[in-house]
């Protein structure tokens, strides 16, 4: 809020009575009145959409926001389809919980424009099994599962490729189905299953890819898996995470600070890899380069 100071009033005829005069300069304010010049502005406040506002890391982070001047209000998100049309629907101002690849697949089916407007981290996806310690070990014909959502069935084909178990037509992409794996240049043969249900079928199948958010849950350990994908492959740049903004928002000064924070704030840092179980590869990918891919991949997804 700026403040105006009133100056005192000047008295342009002389003859002016001395009553009125006195009445005059009884309206006048007083200097010691006046708010100090140098009072402190009332902080920002933005409401960040999550998922999983327990982890620990993200106090650190709302504290540290408060030291920018910045009021984080954290608003958490059991399900992962609510975080994008409550940022479209105006009830957070951001949020933070996905890739790109999930916010194209939004944007797509929903016909949003919301915008990544800075990165966090890429957390690899694993194949895991109860029954073999290495790739190697799988026996030709065995069945490996894949979960049957978009996003995570096709990046799974990929880890499923790399490792040497699959072939896919054309190489494989971020729209990979099983339709498109060549059988006679495959090793195993896959099957769909929810997510949620990839890590209880290891009894049942040689290994499974599992969702990072499943894999505690299961009993295991990041480091059990037996095969994941390469964050430093371009292929994987579609599964960075980001922050999401409306895209009227996508240069708002004030958002933009929230990702810097993040990105270099050592502690809030150590927080997220320790929550991943040291399996996050952090980046700071520019945010032109962040929507340049989004609206590939949009692209690609339409086709």
């Known amino acids: 809020m700026s403040l105006k100071k009133r100056g005192s009033l000047a008295v342009p005829i002389a003859a002016l009575a001395l009553a009125l005069t006195t009445a005059l300069a009884g309206c006048?304010?007083?200097?010691?009145?006046?708010?100090?010049?140098?009072?402190t502005p009332a902080a920002e406040s933005?409401?960040?959409?999550?998922?999983?506002?327990?982890?620990?890391?993200?106090?650190?982070?709302?504290?540290?926001?408060?030291?920018?001047g910045i009021e984080v209000e954290l608003v958490d998100f059991s399900d992962y389809n609510l975080p994008n049309p409550a940022l479209t629907a105006g009830e957070i101002d951001l949020n933070q919980f996905q890739h790109i690849i999930y916010l194209a697949q939004h944007n797509n089916a929903t016909?949003?424009?919301?915008?990544?407007?800075g990165s966090t981290a890429i957390y690899p996806l694993g194949l895991y099994s109860t029954?073999?310690?290495?790739?190697?070990?799988?026996?030709?014909?065995?069945?490996?599962?894949v979960?049957?959502?978009?996003?995570?069935r096709a990046r799974g084909l990929l880890v499923l490729q790399?490792?040497?178990?699959?072939?896919?037509?054309?190489?494989?992409?971020?729209?990979?189905?099983?339709?498109?794996?060549?059988?006679?240049?495959?090793?195993v043969e896959v099957t769909e299953l929810d997510a949620a249900l990839t890590?209880?079928?290891?009894?049942?199948?040689?290994?499974?890819?599992?969702?990072?958010?499943?894999?505690?849950?299961?009993?295991?350990?990041?480091?059990?898996?037996?095969?994941?994908?390469?964050?430093?492959?371009?292929?994987?740049?579609?599964?960075?995470?980001?922050?999401?903004?409306?895209a009227a928002d996508k240069d708002n000064p004030t958002y933009l600070k929230l990702v810097e924070i993040y990105q270099n704030n050592q502690d809030v840092l150590d927080?997220?890899?320790?929550?991943?179980?040291?399996?996050?590869v952090f980046t700071t990918t520019p945010a032109a380069e962040l929507q340049e891919s989004l609206a590939q991949v949009q692209s690609d997804i339409a086709e």
Request: charged share 20%.
């Open 271 to 280: 927080g997220v890899q320790e929550v991943s179980g040291n399996t996050a």
């Open 199 to 246: 890590a209880t079928s290891l009894g049942d199948v040689a290994a499974a890819i599992i969702n990072n958010d499943f894999v505690p849950d299961a009993g295991l350990e990041f480091s059990d898996a037996i095969a994941q994908d390469d964050p430093s492959d371009p292929a994987a740049f579609p599964y960075i995470n980001i922050f999401a903004s409306r």
């Open 147 to 152: 979960p049957s959502d978009e996003t995570n």
């Open 28 to 39: 006048a304010t007083p200097a010691a009145e006046e708010a100090p010049a140098d009072e």
């Open 162 to 187: 790399s490792a040497g178990l699959i072939a896919l037509e054309g190489g494989g992409s971020v729209t990979s189905t099983p339709d498109d794996i060549i059988a006679d240049q495959s090793r």
């Open 46 to 68: 933005v409401k960040l959409g999550v998922v999983g506002a327990s982890d620990p890391y993200w106090e650190v982070f709302v504290d540290a926001a408060a030291e920018e």
């Open 111 to 117: 016909g949003d424009d919301l915008q990544p407007i």
């Open 131 to 145: 029954q073999f310690e290495s790739v190697e070990d799988i026996p030709d014909g065995a069945t490996v599962a």
